[in-house]
């Protein structure tokens, strides 16, 4: 059974900069997309970044040039890098990890923008 741990989230000003990390362990697969996306209070689920066992990305125009996904294949992790980041960015962040016919979903973790 896979399990994904995120951890990062928090408070942070307008134009500040924080980075989730969601490590994966057990029942992993060789082809696999694993990401992030978000939740905002009284919105659906959205695509935030995503990136395939082979490498290609995938972001949300909403994100790009500001936020970047990145993976530490020895330790089973993802990061999103989110910079310049703005009130309408917060939300609940999940991570994903999905193979053909089955996701993965991580508990969620809070990032708030305000001043």
């Known amino acids: 059974q896979v399990q994904l741990v995120e951890s990062g989230g928090g408070l942070v000003q307008p ?3 924080l980075r989730l990390s969601c490590a994966a362990s057990g029942g992993l697969s ?3 997309t694993m990401g992030w996306y978000r939740q905002a209070p009284g ?3 959205e695509l935030v970044a995503v990136m395939t066992s ?11 040039g500001r ?3 990145s993976r530490d294949n020895a330790k089973n992790t993802v990061y999103l890098q989110m910079n310049s980041l703005k009130p309408e960015d917060t939300a ?3 991570c994903n990890y999905n193979v053909p016919g089955r996701g993965h979903w991580g508990q969620g973790t809070q990032v708030t923008v305000s001043s």
Do not use: L, P, W
């Open 15 to 17: 134009g500040g900069s």
């Open 92 to 94: 609940i962040y999940y």
């Open 67 to 69: 936020f970047t996904i």
């Open 43 to 45: 919105k659906q689920r």
């Open 30 to 32: 060789r082809i696999y």
């Open 54 to 64: 082979g490498g290609s990305t995938n972001y949300a125009d909403s994100v790009k």
